[in-house]
């Protein structure tokens, strides 16, 4: 298997090169030349097969036996062996046409765990195989940063650089960041959004003459590795509700603000796990509900919402999809990014609105509909979600009918977003790992909005 940029200027490569380099080298996308495709009986087969199990054959299509068998295998588990649950991600079933995937049982308590445990790991084991330096710089609305934390802390020959929006993550993301006071971490807090975050890293990844001076990788979703780790549990989410009830094709309400989790979904789907509909669940920031809906894909104003995660407006991924849908052509995906650069702003061909409208539905959920989801659901089935979660099933109420059968992924537990629940009659509990945050200090550096303060920043504490 070879990877290759959905810009085309890149050598294809193999899977560990592909993981090292995160964003292409020319500024696209990295993607599988092929997307292999799994025989039925082998997706038969799979059933049976633990969280573990499945994960290592998925992988094992990807990596071209660059990381040994015995090391992979010995890589997921340890990955894993943290999760409270031994599921890994285990299926809460409200009724037969809905379905909670719970991705929440890892040490941050939101879905961004299961795949960046890993990713830690995978970046320990290929520092001390190659004898590389791995200077991680990731931005976070606030979950993947948390997670990228906690999956790298303490590893020696690692360094991570995290960049949060000052002010709007939760108290609880902000915490289970800054309050890590390991040497090999920097918490830089920038007075701006997501996006301004988001912005200045991938210009920083695009300087190739930077990232070779600095090692920069990624932990974003632009690393393919965290797209591929993330399909593990559409095919597992299948298999668990496979076996309470007879199922056909399954549909699968996702969450989303980066595309990158819905992006795993289409990958699943291509791979050929019988998924119905991806349904993208948005908050108010819907640049995603209005691209399906309308076909132009145009930032709105950012808003800060009750699902800080999502507050996002531009969405990485997005140029993946970009490329499956003008039939592989990088060529074009080049022209349309350049345009999106230019005029910020993408209309999508109306011949091709059928095959967008064929792939994704989506609904975006405005202010107190959030609330009044995760009222109602605690009333009627005493289930609690997180706002994010509330998203999932609000799309899932609108786009999914009731003869059908879905999976709403939970991506965070409830306690994450206390600020939200607190504006609901309901009783909340922490758990211990969760409550203990608040009673220790803080650290983490407060920058304007500036590229060269974030570099400065960056150069004094990345070793090279
Ligand atoms: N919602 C994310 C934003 C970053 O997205 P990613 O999937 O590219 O890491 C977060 O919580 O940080």
Request: glycine share 6%.
């Amino acid at each position: 298997m070879d990877f290759i940029s959905t810009r085309g200027k890149i050598q294809k490569c193999g899977f560990i090169d592909a993981f090292l380099m995160g964003l292409a080298d020319d500024g696209g996308l990295i993607i599988p030349e092929h997307i292999p495709v799994v025989p039925q009986d082998q997706l038969k087969a799979w059933e049976q097969l633990s969280y573990q199990e499945l994960m290592f054959e998925i992988f094992s299509y990807y990596t071209n036996g660059e990381i040994p068998d015995e090391d992979l295998k010995a890589l997921i588990h340890d990955s894993y062996a943290t999760f409270r649950s031994p599921d890994v991600t285990p299926i809460h079933t409200i009724n037969e046409s809905l379905h909670v995937l719970e991705l929440f049982h890892g040490p941050t308590f939101a879905f961004k765990d299961v795949a960046l445990q890993f990713i830690g790991n995978l970046y320990s084991y290929v520092s001390k195989k190659q004898n590389k330096i791995i200077n991680i710089l990731g931005a976070t609305s606030g979950d993947t940063g948390a997670a990228a934390i906690q999956g790298v802390r303490g590893k020696e020959g690692i360094q991570i650089c995290i960049l949060h929006p000052h002010n709007k993550v939760s108290k609880v993301q902000e915490l289970q960041m800054t309050t890590v006071h390991d040497d090999n971490v920097l918490n830089l807090s920038v007075e701006g959004n997501f996006d301004d975050c988001q912005r200045v890293i991938k210009e920083l990844f695009a300087d190739i003459e930077f990232k070779n001076k600095y090692h920069l990788r990624a932990i974003n979703s632009i690393n393919f590795v965290r797209i591929l780790a993330q399909t593990v549990y559409y095919f597992y989410a299948y298999f668990q509700v496979a076996k309470k009830q007879s199922i056909d094709a399954i549909n699968f309400s996702v969450p989303t603000g980066n595309f990158g989790n819905i992006f795993s979904g289409y990958l699943a789907k291509q791979m050929g796990l019988p998924i119905g509909k991806l349904i993208l669940a948005t908050n108010e920031n819907n640049i995603l509900e209005r691209f399906v809906k309308e076909g132009i894909y145009m930032p709105g104003d950012f808003l800060s919402t009750y699902s800080p995660s999502m507050d996002i407006q531009i969405a990485s991924n997005f140029e993946r999809y970009l490329y499956y849908l003008n039939q592989k052509d990088a060529g074009k995906v080049t022209e349309l990014m350049n345009e999106f650069q230019q005029n910020g702003k993408l209309v999508i061909a109306e011949a091709d609105m059928p095959q967008v409208r064929s792939d994704f539905d989506a609904h975006g959920v405005k202010g107190a509909e959030c609330l009044q989801i995760i009222e109602k659901y605690n009333k009627e089935s005493g289930y609690l979600l997180d706002p994010h979660t509330a998203c999932g099933v609000a799309a899932y109420e609108a786009c999914s009918d009731k003869n059908e059968v879905c999976v709403v992924f939970a991506t965070a537990h409830p306690a994450k977003f206390n600020e939200a629940l607190e504006l609901i009659p309901i009783e909340q509990q922490f758990p211990k790992e969760i409550e203990q945050l608040f009673n220790q200090p803080q650290y983490q550096t407060v920058l304007d909005y500036s590229k060269e303060e974030i570099v400065k920043q960056l150069e004094a504490f990345y070793k090279v």
